[in-house]
């Protein structure tokens, strides 16, 4: 697979300069990097932090998606979700399309299963710090539906992975307050709700 990488990240680049992209090959290459994050062992191998051990298990050694791999689809995928909001309107599909870039989005988090602590550092510290970051400036975006959607990706990324993510509530933060104050009442309502995700995992966001 590991020659398939470039072909990916080609082809979601791709995706971004076209001003029509094809709503199937979109979907189906989403989906499939999206699951081969969640079927990659490493997806799991975190867990085994909990455990005191000298060694850790063999199929650490193994994993596909290590954070090199991941770092060089992380910004590509992203990118897409101006694409997944707006190219897709009126197509059958589309809320399922926007569903498959969250979903990928959160097992690309799920799939770090590098060394991280509490407060975002270790080796997947600085990947799992650009994704957040990344997914909330697309919040700054001058379209509503796109602003919206960013949220939402964030909220199940937080949801889903917060405690990976609890290093990084400050910078998070900031974002909710901005958006908290959008003139779109639905922007406002799913800022509630990813501040919400974020409380459950960091606690009380203090002057919110």
Request: hydrophobic content about 40%.
């Given at each position: 697979?590991t020659?398939?990488?470039?072909?990916?990240?080609?082809?979601?680049e791709s995706f971004?300069?076209?001003?029509e992209?094809?709503p199937?090959l979109?979907s189906s290459?989403?989906?499939?990097?999206?699951?081969?994050?969640?079927?990659?062992?490493a997806?799991?191998?975190?867990l085994f932090?909990l455990?005191?051990?000298?060694?850790?298990p063999?199929?650490?050694?193994?994993a596909?998606?290590?954070?090199?791999?991941?770092?060089?689809?992380?910004?590509?995928l992203?990118?897409q979700?101006p694409i997944?909001?707006?190219?897709f309107?009126?197509?059958d599909?589309?809320?399922?399309r926007?569903?498959?870039?969250s979903g990928a989005?959160?097992?690309?988090a799920?799939?770090v299963?590098?060394?991280?602590?509490e407060r975002g550092?270790?080796?997947?510290g600085?990947?799992?710090k650009?994704?957040?970051?990344?997914?909330?400036?697309?919040t700054?975006s001058?379209?509503?539906?796109?602003?919206?959607?960013?949220?939402?990706?964030?909220?199940?990324v937080?949801?889903?992975n917060?405690?990976?993510?609890?290093?990084?509530?400050?910078?998070?933060s900031?974002?909710?307050?901005e958006?908290?104050?959008?003139?779109?009442?639905t922007?406002?309502?799913?800022t509630?709700?990813?501040?919400?995700?974020?409380e459950d995992?960091?606690g009380p966001?203090?002057?919110?």
């Amino acid at each position: 697979m590991t020659f398939m990488i470039q072909a990916f990240t080609d082809l979601l680049e791709s995706f971004t300069k076209s001003e029509e992209p094809d709503p199937e090959l979109w979907s189906s290459l989403v989906q499939v990097v999206g699951k081969s994050f969640e079927v990659d062992e490493a997806g799991t191998s975190h867990l085994f932090h909990l455990v005191p051990s000298s060694e850790p298990p063999l199929h650490w050694e193994i994993a596909f998606w290590r954070e090199d791999r991941l770092k060089q689809v992380s910004g590509p995928l992203i990118s897409q979700i101006p694409i997944a909001c707006n190219s897709f309107t009126g197509i059958d599909g589309g809320a399922d399309r926007g569903s498959f870039l969250s979903g990928a989005l959160c097992a690309l988090a799920g799939a770090v299963s590098e060394d991280y602590d509490e407060r975002g550092g270790g080796s997947g510290g600085a990947l799992l710090k650009s994704l957040n970051l990344g997914i909330l400036m697309q919040t700054r975006s001058e379209d509503a539906k796109q602003r919206i959607f960013s949220i939402q990706c964030a909220t199940e990324v937080w949801k889903t992975n917060g405690i990976k993510l609890v290093g990084f509530v400050a910078e998070t933060s900031t974002f909710i307050a901005e958006l908290a104050e959008d003139d779109n009442d639905t922007v406002v309502k799913e800022t509630r709700r990813l501040k919400k995700a974020v409380e459950d995992v960091g606690g009380p966001i203090d002057g919110l």
